[in-house]
Each structure stands twice: as structure tokens, then as C-alpha cells.
């Protein structure tokens, strides 16, 4: 059975920073890119950031670009979220989730994969 | 502010047909494949409806999507108490390269 597992969540002050991780097990991690999805509280859900099964592409949300960082350990099955520079509008449960296709490089897959599945998520609330 | 579009709640009676719209734009939904996902309330996120109109195994044939330029919908037949939950469309956006999703409905079973 594949299993996502969110961690690092936590209460932060603005301007500090705050790092995510996500263990996978129950498939070959390192065949898949990885998704970080976000959800505010009682609200919708928002696309944070993307790493290819290689960590040859990345991508962001412009409203994060500059200062969170995606990255991703094959070796130990885990991908990871660095979020610097904190603000309130940050808060949020935040989740890790599996592309439906392997090996996805090219925007043809990337718009051809969708979101499967996703992790239980992690509550980051960043307040002073 | 969603750069896709969907109506804030729907609802509909056991046994019902119920449709919920997402609209979109060239660079997104006319463009790329549509996804929906079911958000269970307390749940994390389900991949519902994939490239258009496929549905993953597991999940009844009584949820069907369709995509009509840069519109999507997606229907629920023979509706259930147990299909109350919010629903999201989502896709690749080629002008943000990311995906983007819709606000969300959220469904009342009455």
C-alpha cells in the first residue's frame, strides 16, 4: 500500500523558517516526482511546488518562489519542503503528494499525471 | 482568488444527478487534461476524475467528467449521504507553468 507521511509541522514566528518532510513507502520512490499541495484553514487547496523523480526540474508557486525549497533524498525515500522567510499567509496544512505517472520530465506528462494519492498532511501555523 | 473557477456549494437528494462546473481559461483547462479530487471532510484529498474523464480503479462509475474548451464538469449520478465532500478541479497551467486549481465545491447530500 502506498504511504505518504507528512512531518516537521509545527507553530513558527513570521520571518523564521521551517523545514517539511515526507516519507514514502509502498512504491519505488525514486520513479516518481513529488508534489507539495497546501490547504489554508477552511479553504481551498493551493499547488505549492514540484520536483521531477530526478530532481531535474522544480517548480513553484509564485507565491512562494524565493524562499521555499523542494528537494527530495532518494536514498532514504523522503522529500522535503525548506520554507524561509515565514509570513501568516503561509498557514496551512500542508500535504504531500505522488505524481500518478512515473518518470514524468516534460510537460506533457506533467499535465498528463494528476495527484496520487497524497499524504494525511502537516499543520504549519506561523504567528507570532 | 482561483485562477479556475467552480460554483461555492452544490446539492442534490439521494438518487439525484447532480453536475458541478469548473471554468477555466486557453492557458489551463483548454489547453491541458482536467483532474477532480474529493476532499472527504477531516480527509486529506482523493484523486477522483483523471485526464478528463478516467476514473482510477476504485472509484464508482457514478462519477463521470467531461471538458468542453475551457470548461469541465463533473457529474454524480444515483447521489449518496456518503458523497458529501468538497470537490476540486485541477491543471496544468502552461502561462504559470504549475498546476492551478478550481476554489472547491462543496456538496450537500439534503
Known amino acids: 500500500e502506498v504511504q505518504l507521511v507528512e512531518s516537521g509541522g509545527g507553530l513558527v514566528q513570521p520571518g523564521r523558517s521551517l523545514r517539511l518532510s515526507c516519507t514514502a513507502s509502498g512504491f519505488t520512490f525514486d520513479e516518481y516526482g513529488m508534489h507539495w499541495v497546501r490547504q489554508a484553514p477552511g479553504k481551498g487547496l493551493e499547488w505549492v511546488s514540484y520536483?521531477?523523480?530526478?530532481?531535474?526540474?522544480?517548480g513553484y508557486a509564485d507565491s512562494v518562489k524565493g524562499r521555499f525549497t523542494i528537494s527530495r533524498d532518494n536514498a532514504k525515500n523522503s522529500l522535503y519542503l525548506q520554507m524561509n522567510n515565514l509570513r501568516a499567509d503561509d498557514t496551512a496544512l500542508y500535504y504531500c503528494?505522488?505524481?500518478?505517472?512515473?518518470?514524468?520530465?516534460?510537460?506533457?506528462?506533467?499535465?498528463?499525471?494528476?495527484?496520487?494519492?497524497w499524504g494525511q498532511g502537516t499543520l504549519v501555523t506561523v504567528s507570532s | 482568488q482561483s485562477v479556475q473557477t467552480q460554483p461555492p456549494s452544490a446539492s442534490g437528494t439521494p438518487g439525484q444527478r447532480v453536475t458541478i462546473s469548473c471554468s477555466g481559461s486557453s492557458s489551463n483547462i483548454g489547453s491541458n487534461y482536467v483532474y477532480w479530487y474529493q476532499q472527504l471532510p477531516g480527509t486529506a484529498p482523493k484523486l477522483l476524475i483523471y485526464?478528463?474523464?478516467q476514473r482510477p480503479s476504485g472509484v464508482p462509475d457514478r462519477f463521470s467528467g467531461s471538458k468542453s474548451g475551457t470548461s469541465a464538469s463533473l457529474a454524480i449520478s444515483g447521489l449518496r449521504s456518503e458523497d458529501e465532500a468538497d470537490y476540486y478541479c485541477a491543471a496544468w497551467d502552461d502561462s504559470l507553468s504549475g498546476w492551478v486549481f478550481g476554489g472547491g465545491t462543496k456538496l450537500t447530500v439534503l
Open positions: 503528494a505522488k505524481d500518478r505517472l512515473g518518470y514524468c520530465s516534460s510537460r506533457s506528462c506533467y499535465a498528463g499525471t494528476g495527484f496520487d494519492p
Open positions: 520536483i521531477t523523480w530526478n530532481s531535474g526540474t522544480l
Open positions: 485526464r478528463n474523464n
